[in-house]
């Protein structure tokens, strides 16, 4: 599969997922902080809500697991070596090398994934209040963030916490080695000239054109993760537009540009209303790239007005609905402004968001229930334009919605 991601909203037809695993019942209230959760979270009802989300995309696209994917491109012997040395140096494990290449794929893949406990085989071990030598990737169901399919090469993430770090080196071995996928990767883990305060995530990063980029300048990408993405574009000598958004640092619902903001159709967008609408002191930069310089950076009144210039126009439709910021505030909190698009007015989202689902109905969306989808009480070709709701009781306490949990990697041209 051609790496091929042109916009937010094409035909879906290629995605990568991590379906939640013991990795996420490896953690307890003491750790659960460290690992990047505000909540621990229940496995058996996860997993059953994932598997409904699971089902869905399955229903729209050629559907990825990292599991599958680590697992066979561990078979290539050099790439396994590769993978367990970077492992072994970036989290100072080097007593696990021999231990790791001594193991089959398919155990390797489960210990990379879902964390090798501690042998208490010396004192400090012995003392250590680690229960794991190698940490479980709690996070990995989120495989958004890790890397980002951008036109027809992958980014390779460098995570803002090290504790996500594996996750990119997982998704670089897939991009570099599998069979399965023909792309470049790049990545500011091996530039150089990088400033080491380079960090950027899939979350914040959204394809909104050929010609357009909308980027979050959060509490995990940086303003120096934005400029390694401007130099990137600079060598491609062509005229491009990133648009920035600046994002609080607090609350945590604020992580990632795409808990603020989701692109739904050629003409509409999710929006949560008070940061992106209302005047206030978060800034939206315009950058324009054109012929391998910088021709300019200039300030915008907001995010919507920035793509009007660029003749985007877009309807926005209000996270929690256009009457109460209490409410807004509740279901932006539980990614209720976080939609995947599945084809342009086709999208996916947590039901639980009812003001910002009822939203949506009224923006001519029908609403269809992933259960009614799945057990073939409802034809999802009788629509034309639908928002597929499903559980999220469980899912949304991990701190992201439908975007979070992929990562696409092909969608077919829109014809704007």
């Not at 790439?79 to 970077?86: A, D």
Request: include cysteine.
């Amino acid at each position: 599969m051609l790496i091929n991601l042109h916009s937010e909203i094409g035909k879906l037809e290629g995605v990568i997922i991590h379906s939640p695993g013991a990795e996420i019942e490896n953690m307890t209230p003491k750790n659960a902080e460290r690992a990047l959760y505000s909540d621990i979270l229940n496995l058996a009802v996860a997993s059953q809500q994932y598997a409904e989300f699971k089902g869905v995309l399955q229903l729209h696209s050629q559907v990825f697991e990292v599991k599958e994917l680590l697992s066979q491109t561990l078979t290539n012997e050099k790439v396994k070596e590769s993978l367990i040395k970077k492992i072994c140096k970036n989290e100072n494990v080097h007593f696990l090398h021999s231990k790791l290449m001594d193991m089959e794929n398919e155990e390797l893949t489960r210990i990379i994934l879902e964390g090798y406990e501690q042998e208490k085989d010396n004192l400090t071990k012995f003392l250590s209040n680690d229960r794991y030598a190698l940490p479980p990737l709690h996070n990995f169901f989120f495989t958004r963030d890790a890397s980002v399919s951008m036109y027809d090469e992958v980014l390779i993430s460098r995570m803002a916490s090290k504790i996500r770090a594996r996750e990119s080196l997982v998704m670089e071995a897939i991009f570099d080695y599998s069979p399965l996928f023909n792309t470049r990767t790049f990545n500011p883990n091996e530039c150089n000239a990088c400033d080491e305060l380079a960090t950027m995530e899939g979350g914040d990063i959204q394809i909104a054109r050929e010609d357009i980029t909308l980027i979050g300048l959060s509490s995990r990408t940086t303003s120096y993760g934005i400029d390694f993405i401007i130099d990137h574009f600079k060598k491609l000598k062509k005229t491009h537009h990133i648009i920035v958004q600046e994002l609080p640092a607090k609350p945590e619902s604020f992580i990632h540009l795409d808990m603020v903001f989701t692109f739904l159709d050629k003409d509409k967008c999710m929006v949560y209303e008070p940061l992106i609408m209302k005047p206030n002191k978060y800034q939206t930069l315009h950058i324009e790239i054109d012929n391998g310089n910088v021709k300019h950076i200039h300030r915008e009144k907001n995010l919507l007005t920035a793509l009007e210039s660029l003749n985007m126009n877009l309807e926005p439709i209000f996270c929690g609905g256009n009457n109460d910021v209490w409410v807004q505030e509740r279901e932006q909190w539980h990614s209720g402004a976080n939609f995947f698009a599945l084809a342009p007015g086709k999208v996916i989202g947590y039901g639980r968001n009812v003001y910002t689902i009822d939203a949506l109905n009224k923006n001519g969306f029908e609403v269809l229930k992933a259960k009614h989808v799945l057990q073939g009480k409802v034809n999802i070709n009788d629509y034309q334009k639908y928002v597929i709701t499903i559980e999220g009781s469980e899912l949304a306490r991990g701190g992201g919605g439908a975007r979070c949990m992929t990562m696409p990697v092909a969608r077919q041209k829109v014809e704007w």
